[in-house]
């Protein structure tokens, strides 16, 4: 059906208007909420970590009980209720005049009510859901017209975002328009639920076979390992699963809890994988707090044209977007061609993230140092500029890009996750980020520590803080996660796996 996937692209067109929004949200607690910008930051890290955690919980519903439909839509209302709650609160406050810039008691209420459903709205799109049912509904051979209208509002939307949200000059009206625009995207998307004739159930929870499997290994009652059969050479212990089904059941359900088995020991198998992960959430954190810090500091104007910082995450996103389907495209090459399969190539990605995360720290360092140079060389005026050109932050954020970017590709490669992902790929895929967001809150125990040792690097006002010496911790870091990384390849079952497979 045509007309419904033009309303699910509807979705993913509207949300690329709320994540620009709340991209400046650390601006609106130190301008508005009057937080210092390390408590900003952390709140920040706070929320985007549970979001990434949350995601894992929310794919488990959507493949145990609702389904991908009913799901973007109640969250699609959720995330526009969240915005239209973060709007109210806004009420009175003015992104230009700083001195005004100060939210009102009875306004503030809104904002905790914001909380929990931008929460589940934005942890809904880390799912592959949106992915899944655009790839239901997208004809296999696009007409060339669908295919350049498809990129047109693309680009459209990123542009509005970017330049058109910069140039509203009130916080309430900025987070009300994304909240309208959600709204109707939401509204729209549900009259094509209705009449969505491939309504298939949910197939079921990886979550819940793993939880059975464990449960029944746990509970079983034969007591000589020699006596269970043998799935695999890696946790015998979960083969005792296989003792509790009854006697008389068919091949098939007998097959189905070998496969559940199998996949259980995988799963976990794949968790010290995953925790490699936790280091670059903790570098991939850092560019939507300590960066626009950065950014807020420095001269945005080019002639007599102030450009706006929303420009700064337009080339984020372009950098992710590009590198992210250059690798892929290149891994794709080497797949058809029979070079390299798709875990090797998912871990290849993951190596090649590591080393974008190494680069983008040193380089975010030697920027910082720039700066702070530059600051108590010149100064800055009276509205706290310093006379530093915001585009020397273009490199870290093209690094960040390239971070982001592919190591997305990279779990998706390792995992499988494509046209006919398995409820086993999606969690765990899900799982991944959802470590990544554990190291999104890391970042603020490690500042915490690091704020403690070093009570200079981290204080109210960013331009007598240090945090070139904190990217330089956060570079040292990853090179350890990178060393880790490889020692986990070449010292484990995991390189064997990797290119036995078939």
Request: proline share 2%; net charge positive; charged share 15%.
């Amino acid at each position: 059906m045509r007309s419904f996937f033009w309303k699910i692209q509807g979705l993913t067109w509207t949300d690329i208007l709320a994540v620009y929004s709340m991209w400046l949200m650390i601006t609106f607690l130190v301008r508005v909420w009057q937080l210092n910008y390390k408590t900003a930051a952390a709140c920040l890290n706070i929320f985007w970590g549970v979001v990434n955690i949350f995601a894992v919980y929310m794919q488990h519903i959507v493949d145990s009980f609702m389904g991908n439909h009913w799901m973007a839509f109640l969250s699609t209302l959720l995330y526009a209720s969240g915005l239209g709650f973060l709007s109210i609160s806004a009420l009175g406050t003015c992104m230009n005049d700083e001195e005004s810039c100060q939210v009102k008691t009875r306004y503030k209420f809104s904002f905790f009510l914001a909380v929990p459903q931008l929460l589940v709205g934005t942890a809904f799109h880390r799912l592959y859901s949106v992915k899944e049912l655009k790839t239901e509904e997208e004809d296999p051979r696009p007409s060339k017209l669908v295919g350049f209208l498809k990129i047109l509002a693309l680009i459209l939307f990123h542009l509005v975002g970017a330049l058109a949200l910069s140039n509203i000059p009130q916080w309430a009206l900025q987070f009300g328009v994304a909240a309208m625009c959600m709204l109707v995207a939401a509204l729209i998307f549900r009259t094509g639920i209705s009449s969505y004739q491939r309504r298939n159930a949910p197939a079921g929870s990886f979550l819940t076979a793993m939880r059975k499997v464990i449960v029944a290994a746990l509970t079983s009652t034969e007591p000589n390992h020699n006596q269970v059969p043998r799935y695999g050479h890696r946790l015998r212990c979960l083969d005792k699963a296989i003792t509790n089904l009854p006697n008389n059941v068919d091949e098939g359900q007998r097959n189905r809890m070998i496969q559940d088995i199998l996949e259980t020991k995988n799963a976990i198998c794949r968790i010290p994988f995953c925790m490699a992960f936790f280091m670059l959430g903790i570098v991939s954190s850092v560019g939507d707090t300590y960066f626009i810090e950065q950014a807020y500091t420095m001269d945005t104007m080019v002639g007599h044209y102030k450009v706006p910082h929303l420009v700064l995450y337009l080339w984020y996103r372009l950098s992710k977007s590009l590198l992210g389907k250059f690798y892929y495209k290149i891994m794709q090459k080497l797949k058809e061609n029979n070079w390299v399969t798709s875990k090797y190539a998912g871990c290849v990605g993951i190596a090649c993230s590591m080393m974008f995360a190494i680069q983008c720290c040193f380089v975010a360092a030697g920027v910082e140092m720039a700066r702070l140079d530059r600051y108590h060389k010149s100064g800055s005026d009276d509205e706290g500029i310093i006379p530093m050109s915001m585009f020397w932050l273009l490199p870290q954020y093209f690094l960040l890009g390239g971070l982001d970017g592919i190591l997305d590709e990279g779990i998706d490669l390792f995992f499988n996750i494509g046209h006919s992902s398995t409820s086993f790929s999606r969690i765990m895929g899900v799982f991944s980020k959802g470590v990544i967001g554990l190291g999104s809150i890391g970042n603020v125990l490690l500042t915490f520590l690091l704020g403690i040792v070093h009570t200079s690097w981290f204080v109210e006002d960013i331009n007598m803080s240090r945090l070139d010496k904190y990217f330089f911790v956060l570079a040292g870091l990853s090179i350890s996660n990178l060393i880790y990384y490889t020692i986990l390849y070449y010292f484990t079952s995991l390189r064997s796996e990797v290119r036995e497979e078939s």
